[in-house]
């Protein structure tokens, strides 16, 4: 069985810095596309990163670039968030997600395997 299990989410003034941490167990996916997601209070889940098998490739929703950063340790089979200069309008369930293809996906039926989510939230 697969899992992803998320750890790193709190509670973070803004402008402050939190990063998330994703490990998979049950499958690697050195080989494969890892992304994060987020779901704002009464809102959808949306696109925030997502990340290639060598960190060659990254991509980011618009109103995290430049602020939010993602990376992966294949060797660990986990995933990264690097999340600054944080804003209210970040505060949301952020979700780790494996996918798998192999290039940059950013649609949540292109990834096939979902963490159980952690809370982030940032006051002002």
């Known amino acids: 069985q697969v899992r992803l299990v998320e750890s790193g989410g709190g509670l973070v003034q803004a402008g402050g810095s939190l990063r998330l941490s994703c490990t998979a167990y049950?499958?690697?996916?050195?080989?494969?596309?890892m992304g994060w997601f987020r779901q704002p209070p009464g809102s959808g889940r949306v696109f925030v990163a997502a990340?290639?098998?060598?960190?060659?490739?990254?991509y980011y929703e618009d109103s995290v670039k430049g602020r939010f950063t993602i990376s992966r340790d294949n060797a660990k089979n986990t995933v990264y968030l690097q999340m600054n200069s944080l804003k209210p309008e970040d505060t949301a369930v952020y979700y780790c997600?494996?996918?798998?293809?192999?290039?940059?996906?950013?649609?949540?039926?292109?990834?096939?395997?979902w963490g159980q989510g952690t809370q982030v939230t940032v006051s002002s």
């Open positions: 990340i290639r098998r060598r960190n060659v490739n990254a």
């Open positions: 049950g499958r690697n996916f050195s080989s494969n596309t």
């Open positions: 997600a494996g996918s798998r293809y192999t290039d940059c996906r950013q649609y949540e039926y292109e990834y096939h395997y």
